[in-house]
């Protein structure tokens, strides 16, 4: 490679950086912008002065990104019947800008190696603002204020850490190729779980053990792992688990984890979390009246509300219902849960057609990770979180399509 071309791919790498980077809210809102101009213009050159053809025209699978597309003109079309046309058309377009940034990615794709890190390291520097940056989750923590960041509750933001935390591992286990770096990348790891633990994230926390158990398990008897060293391995992990429960002072709210494994019959009048039951209720009489198309994104609190509060239900600040299932249906029907299932299911049979690789294992680990933590919320409702979500899947698509084309 000449010194022009190499000069070209350390330009269009380092746009690619900055987009990842920018998606944080650490960093100005116009850095990913600045990073698909830089990155775009060195693509370019690329292509009329060396004559190269673009990465992505050479990719195998479109399904991904042709997935996410399509979920968005289902969204437009049913916003069209929503009961507020204006503000869920609103919501799209935001919707779709989330998306940009996985696009710009997709588009600057390379096989220079310089790309994944470009990807990982914007992913990691950004994730360590948020564990670092003012008013940090673990400055928080240790003095008792409230968790909120960026208006994001703490939830949201223990959302960040159980996407991270898988790429930190995939970066460490298959990308680092010095020790140097993989030194770097167990500090990045140790810093990511400290921060996750730090925001007390019942539903986070327990989405990422039981979903990291199971692809554990499955990952290594399908390698076909030495039956003493799976074993081991199962034991310690249960002893860091049950050590970690045992030590958690009980005014963290992870000390409730441990109510998880207690089978006993609780009346919902005594239920801690009862409020989400009669939340779930009247979402479903919503569902019920607005089957189809729903009642419009960013409609859903004031309907609720207004028409749907059940008997015994207090609180009124809910911006969704609690639950991904429920709260896409509820604001965009069954045509919008369709288009959300048709745009998944997209990401995880390219990942499951090539489960052999680790990046599509830890794709698809991110993908599921984080709808098990929206069984009891919904994380896709904020924008930080959907940037992050598109992005690391279309770019675990993107690695796995290049390594496939050098086959």
């Known amino acids: 490679m000449n010194k022009s071309k190499k000069i070209a791919y350390i ?16 960093m100005p809102d116009k850095l990913t912008d600045i990073g698909i101009a830089i990155g775009g213009f060195a693509l370019v050159m690329r292509c009329v002065k060396f004559r190269e053809q673009p990465e992505f025209f050479k990719i195998k699978s479109w399904w991904p990104l042709i997935g996410m597309l399509g979920y968005i ?5 049913v916003s069209q019947y929503s009961l507020d046309v204006r503000q869920s058309s609103h919501v799209v377009y935001n919707y779709f800008k989330y998306m940009k940034a996985a696009f710009y990615v997709f588009l600057l794709m390379n096989d220079d190696s310089f790309f994944v890190r470009a990807v990982f390291y914007g992913l990691a520097i950004g994730a360590c603002g948020i564990c670092l940056g003012s008013d940090n989750m673990i400055f928080q923590h240790l003095h008792s204020q409230n968790y909120y960041q960026y208006d994001m509750h703490r939830n949201m933001v223990a959302d960040v850490f159980i996407l991270i ?20 990348w167990g500090v990045f790891l140790g810093l990511y779980c400290l921060t996750l633990y730090c925001s007390e994230s019942r539903g ?12 554990s398990l499955w990952y290594c008897i399908y390698r076909d792992i030495d039956k003493k060293k799976l074993l081991i391995g199962i034991v310690i992990v249960l002893g860091v688990v049950i050590g970690g429960l045992i030590t958690i002072p009980n005014n963290n709210h992870l000390a409730d984890i441990e109510k998880v494994v207690q089978i006993t019959s609780t009346s919902i009048d005594n239920y801690s979390e009862k409020g989400r039951v009669y939340l779930y209720q ?21 309907v609720y509300v207004d028409n749907y509060m059940v008997k015994g239900a207090i609180e009124k600040n809910l911006p969704h219902a609690h639950n991904f299932i429920l ?11 369709f288009g959300f299932i048709f745009m998944e299911w997209q990401f995880i ?4 057609k090539r489960r052999w690789n680790l990046t599509a294992l830890i794709g698809m680990f991110c993908l599921i990770v984080l709808l098990v933590h929206d069984l009891v919320d919904y994380s896709l409702s904020v924008y930080l979180i959907c940037k992050m979500y598109w992005l690391i899947l279309i770019a675990c698509s ?5 390594e496939e084309s050098r086959q």
Do not use: H
């Open 11 to 26: 330009i269009q790498n380092l746009g690619v950086f900055f987009i990842v980077l920018g998606i944080f809210p650490i």
């Open 73 to 77: 003109i289902v969204l437009m079309v």
């Open 165 to 184: 935390i898988p790429c930190a591992i995939l970066y460490l286990v298959k990308f680092s190729n010095y020790l140097i770096e993989q030194a770097l």
């Open 204 to 215: 986070a926390v327990l989405a990422l053990l039981f979903t990291g158990i199971f692809f």
């Open 282 to 302: 009247g979402t479903l009489n919503m569902i019920k009246d607005y089957p189809l198309t729903g009642v419009g994104l960013d409609n859903f609190n004031k």
């Open 327 to 337: 709260a896409i249906i509820s604001t965009t029907g069954i045509i919008g849960f």
């Open 349 to 352: 049979y390219f990942f499951f």
């Open 398 to 402: 993107c690695i796995i399509s290049i």
